[in-house]
């Protein structure tokens, strides 16, 4: 299972930053396209791993 944080910033950007790559951060106009990046970046990251 992949974790990741996603919250607003201080200008309304959602961040998505995943857990267990630090340094991951993922930027997005809303939250649902910050959570839809991240999980992309995550299937390229690990393309085997990843769950749908």
């Known amino acids: 299972m992949r974790e990741f944080t996603i919250y607003q910033d ?7 930053e995943a857990q267990e790559l630090p340094g991951m951060r993922i930027r997005g106009k809303t939250q649902q396209d910050a ?16 769950e749908d």
């Not at 201080?10 to 998505?16: E, L, V």
């Not at 959570?35 to 990843?50: F, N, R, S």
């Open 10 to 16: 201080d200008d309304g950007t959602w961040i998505a």
């Open 35 to 50: 959570l839809e990046k991240i999980q992309t970046a995550l299937k390229v990251y690990y393309p085997c791993k990843c």
